[in-house]
Structures are given as C-alpha cells and as structure tokens.
C-alpha cells in the first residue's frame, strides 16, 4: 500500500510541475551572480587593423563595443613616442556593435610615422574600459620597410678531393747464394760413408759380442 501511495505521488503531474518550478527558480537564483558578472566584465575589442600593420590612405576599424552599461565609445590615436598623453578624435559612438565598424581613419591628413590607435567605451555608471592597438605603421608619403632578411648559415667549405694514387712496390732483390748449400754429389757421398760408419759399428759390436761368449 505504502509503495502504490509513493508511486501515485510520483506520477502526479502537479506535484511535478510544482518540483520542477521550484527546481526552476532555485538556479535562477544562484546564477543570477554569475550572469551578472559576466555581462558586466566584458570587454570592448579592435578586431582590425592588427598590431604592426602597414596602413596607406581610408582605413576602416571594425570591432565590438557591445557591452553591457554602454553609455558610448571613441576611437582615437597617438604617436607612438608621445609622452604627453595626447590623443586625436577620429569617431564616436552612441549605439553599440558587435563585429561592425567603429569608425573611418583617414590617414592621408596625418604625417608617416608609427602609431597606437586607442577604443574607449564610457559606461552608464561612469566607469570607461578600453583597449589599444600598438605599432601602426603609417606609410602613405615614404616606402615601406621590407622584413630584415635573417642571414643564412655559411655554406660549408668542401674538403680537398683526395686522389689514390698507386704506390710501386719495390722490385725483390735475389738473395745471396748460401754457402752452407749442399750439392747433390756430397749428399750422395754423405749418405754412403755414413752407411759404411754403420755397417763397421755393427761389426765392431758383433766381434765383441763373439769374443766374449767364445772366453765364456
């Protein structure tokens, strides 16, 4: 009975309908703080022209200003050695934008020279945010400088070709005649009186032998 109670509660639409409300307002609440912070820490952006770009005559500045507390925006612009924190209207806004332009610069009245373009937007409470595009390179009246070309390695300096050349080799020298050398007459007679030497040692001990088994 218990389980069929909990199940009917369950699968009544008002209570899950009065779950979900609650549910509903319950985030609502706690990212309401996130959402706010949010909205309110954006941040204005120059989308073109880029750091160290080459600008020659009608330049257009697109970016985005849309923000919430948008009370209004200026582009503006100074020297890039300036130090006495001067800056030159080019446009204002009233309305914000997102991806759109922002205002035309028109650098052909201006010297050559390097320059940082500055977006200012002013907001409701006072406060302003802005952001600054360095190194604009101004060149309407004077070249362009072209990439400084970085050196190449020297080339390595080839080694000495080196040729085999064919040593001769040193004639043989015929050896000296040895004098122990033995022709082959005195191996012959060599041979002979030894075999004699032989023969007389066996006779010798043969004799004695004889002689003494004769005394016996």
């Given amino acids: 009975m218990l389980t069929r109670a909990c199940l009917r509660v369950r699968l009544n639409p008002w209570f899950l309908m009065r779950n979900l409300a609650f549910f509903i307002l319950v985030s609502s609440i706690l990212a309401s703080p996130v959402l706010a912070r949010t909205a309110q820490f954006g941040d204005p952006a120059i989308i073109e022209p880029h750091p160290g770009d080459v600008l020659q005559g009608v330049v257009v500045i697109t970016g985005s200003t849309d923000i919430n507390g948008f009370a ?46 500055r977006l200012r937007v002013q907001m409701t409470d006072g406060s302003t945010r802005e952001t600054v595009v360095p190194g604009l390179r101004v060149r309407n009246y004077s070249p362009i400088e072209t990439p400084t ?68």
């Fill in 72 to 117: 209004g925006a200026e582009i503006s612009f100074t020297y890039t050695d300036d130090t006495t924190g001067t800056w030159f209207l080019i446009g204002r806004q009233d309305q914000p934008a997102f991806n759109d332009t922002l205002a035309i610069w028109d650098t052909t009245v201006i010297t050559d020279g390097n320059y940082i373009l």
């Fill in 149 to 216: 070309a970085i050196p190449l390695a020297p080339e390595a300096t080839p080694l000495p070709t080196v040729t085999p050349t064919s040593t001769p080799l040193p004639t043989p020298t015929s050896l000296p005649v040895n004098p122990a050398r033995l022709d082959r007459t005195e191996v012959s007679a060599s041979i002979f009186y030894g075999g004699l030497l032989v023969i007389l040692v066996f006779a010798i001990i043969g004799f004695l032998f004889w002689m003494r088994r004769k005394i016996l």
